[in-house]
């Protein structure tokens, strides 16, 4: 003899279903809060994007003008910890940054009358105006040459980065 199966209780049709909980105050808010918080989060996104967008050369100069020395720099520095210290390895960047030496003045139009902003400058240009004209010809002297570059970028900072 087989025992019988469990039978589902069937639904009944006619009977009334429970009356549906009402929603609490407390997901309501929860629900609205976090709505705001996702229109808050879109707007301050495209606040921000259409303030970008809107910034000229000008406001991108100095800030380019960094990020290209700093490119520079740190190329050098992955040269010299890589032992390739020959002149066609390091001259392109430091003509790079002596190039980019003339940009200091114009990308910092508010300081280029700052007399001790241009005594930077011009000792920025003079350090690779020296390295130029004796390139160095080993990692030691790579080394010493870094050294000065790095010196005058702390230099000019100490004194006019915020
Ligand atoms: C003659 C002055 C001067 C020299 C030399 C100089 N800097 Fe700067 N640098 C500044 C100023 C001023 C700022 C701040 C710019 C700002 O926030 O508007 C700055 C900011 C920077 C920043 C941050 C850029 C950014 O996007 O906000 C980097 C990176 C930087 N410098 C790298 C260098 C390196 C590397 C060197 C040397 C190879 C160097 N700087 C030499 C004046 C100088």
Known sequence: MSTPK?????????KPRPPRKAPSAA??????????LVIGIVAVVMLLRSLESRK????????????LMSAHTAQLYQKLEANRCAA???????????TLGN???????????????SGHTGSFRGTLDKALAS????????????????????????????
């Open 6 to 14: 469990p039978q589902a209780t069937p639904v009944d049709p006619n």
């Open 27 to 36: 997901g309501r808010y929860l629900f609205l809060f976090l709505l705001g």
């Open 56 to 67: 000229t050369w000008q406001d991108h100069y100095p800030h380019a003008a960094m990020q």
């Open 88 to 98: 066609t390895d390091v001259l392109p960047h430091l003509q790079a940054l002596r």
């Open 103 to 117: 940009d200091l003045d114009p990308a910092f139009p508010d300081l280029r009358d700052n007399s001790r902003f």
């Open 135 to 162: 390139p160095p010809m080993n990692c030691a002297g790579l080394k010493s040459t870094l050294d000065d570059i790095g010196r005058d970028c702390k230099a000019c900072h100490t004194d006019f980065r915020g």
